[in-house]
Structure formats: structure tokens, C-alpha cells
């Protein structure tokens, strides 16, 4: 039965131990006496960690940052990160099932099966194009968040309660994503698909007079124009 142990036991280190236990790895805290270690710390204090580990240490190191490399003149370090968020709590290994890992091009075997092993998938990229697969993934979730909680501040402005406002966007926020996925930008729709600047511009009105920021609006509905104009261009 193959050993591990986490250096770093925040929310991403207690969920892979407790992934890697559900298949039946075992955790120790030897990492003299560990098959894996990986590595969950944060991204600026991660080089100094990796630099800690003593040469004696003869486990495969994995490094789970979305967009940091680091590098051991002791040991091959790999990079494995699982594209999917963690909370703090509960930790839920199912987090794991059918998630994709961006690993290194030149990535072991070993680490690909493992990742299979633990039901994900996996997918090569290389590391100066990592900053823009980070940059991809804080948008799609915590912009995304971000982004909602700016909706639900819109939304409070028509005196509907919290509780009331998320209750009533979540099937709306739920179809927008499937059609996404399903349709891409085809999915898009509102004014401006319809290039109503009109209307776009009293929204942007009545978010200022009320004491909302709307560069938010403003920023993501120009693109939307500027997207939309293209796709008309190239179909004419």
C-alpha cells in the first residue's frame, strides 16, 4: 500500500488526503517513509518550502500551484493542479470525480495514472503559458462570484430580499451556464446582442445615480458589442 503525506494541510491538502485515502493510500507524516508528498502551500512561500525538503527524501514531490514552478537541485518536482475549488469545509473527496488537472507536457506515468486513479483527467500545458491558464480559471470562479454578488447588489436596489434575489437568479445563472457550454457565445442575449445602446446606456444611468459602479457593466457589455459586431461581420 502506497504511502503519502501533505506539506501544507489547507483546504486543497486535507482534500487530496482525503481522496488519496478513499482509494487507499496511506497518510504519514514521514515524508522519509512517504511514496508521494505533495506540496499545498502558498504560491510565494513555495520555492523556500521545496528548498526544505532534505535530499534523503526519495517520494515523488508534486506541487499543486495553477501557475508557479518551482525547481530542486535535489529533487525532479512535479506539478499537478486540480481545476476545481475547495472549501475549507466539508471536505468532500467526490470534489475529485471527473475534474481536470493541468500537469507538465513531460509529466511521469506514474503522476498520469494517479490522477486517473483518483477518477480526473488530465491535460498538458506548458509552464509560460500557465499565467494565462490561471488567469482562465480565477475568472471562470472567483470573478465569477464576484460577479454575481455585483448582480444581487442590482438587485437590492428593487427592495427584494437577499435570500429572495439569490433564490430567483439561481435557475437563471444555472440555464445561462448550460447554454454556454452548450451553445458558446450564441448563447448571449439582452441588449447588447440586440445592440440596443438605448437601453444600455439608462442602465448605465441608473447604476451610477444609484451608487453602484458601472464599469462593471460597462466593461463586459462592450465586449459583448465588440464580439457580436465581429461575429456580424464575418457573417455578412
Given amino acids: 500500500m502506497e504511502k503519502f503525506s501533505i506539506i501544507g494541510a489547507g483546504a486543497l491538502g486535507q482534500h487530496i488526503s482525503a481522496v488519496l485515502q478513499k482509494n487507499r493510500f496511506t497518510e504519514t507524516d514521514d515524508i522519509h517513509d512517504s511514496d508521494w508528498i505533495f506540496v499545498t502551500v502558498p504560491d510565494d512561500v513555495l520555492q523556500s518550502v521545496i528548498d526544505g525538503i532534505p535530499d534523503s527524501v526519495s517520494g515523488k514531490i508534486i506541487t499543486c500551484s495553477a501557475s508557479v514552478f518551482v525547481q530542486s537541485t ?48 488530465h491535460f498538458s500545458i506548458s509552464a509560460k503559458n500557465r499565467i494565462f491558464y490561471h488567469a482562465m480559471a480565477i475568472v471562470a470562479s472567483n470573478l465569477m462570484i464576484g460577479l ?84 456580424n461581420e464575418r457573417s455578412s
Fill in 74 to 121: 535535489a529533487h525532479k518536482i512535479e506539478s499537478a493542479h486540480p481545476l476545481q475549488t475547495f472549501p475549507k469545509e466539508p471536505i468532500d473527496s467526490s470534489r475529485f470525480d471527473e475534474i481536470f488537472w493541468a500537469v507538465e507536457p513531460n509529466s511521469s506515468e506514474k503522476l498520469l495514472d494517479l490522477i486517473q486513479k483518483i477518477g480526473g483527467k
Fill in 148 to 231: 454575481l454578488d455585483y448582480a444581487k447588489a442590482i438587485g437590492e436596489k428593487t427592495g427584494l430580499p437577499e435570500k429572495q434575489i439569490n433564490k430567483i437568479l439561481q435557475p437563471l445563472v444555472q440555464s445561462t451556464i448550460n447554454n454556454y457550454f452548450e451553445n458558446g457565445f450564441s448563447a448571449v442575449s439582452g441588449p447588447a446582442k440586440r445592440g440596443d445602446i438605448q437601453l444600455i446606456e439608462k442602465h448605465l444611468n441608473e447604476l451610477e445615480k444609484s451608487g453602484i459602479n458601472p464599469e462593471i457593466y460597462k466593461s463586459v457589455t462592450d465586449r459583448i458589442l465588440k464580439k457580436t459586431n465581429g461575429d
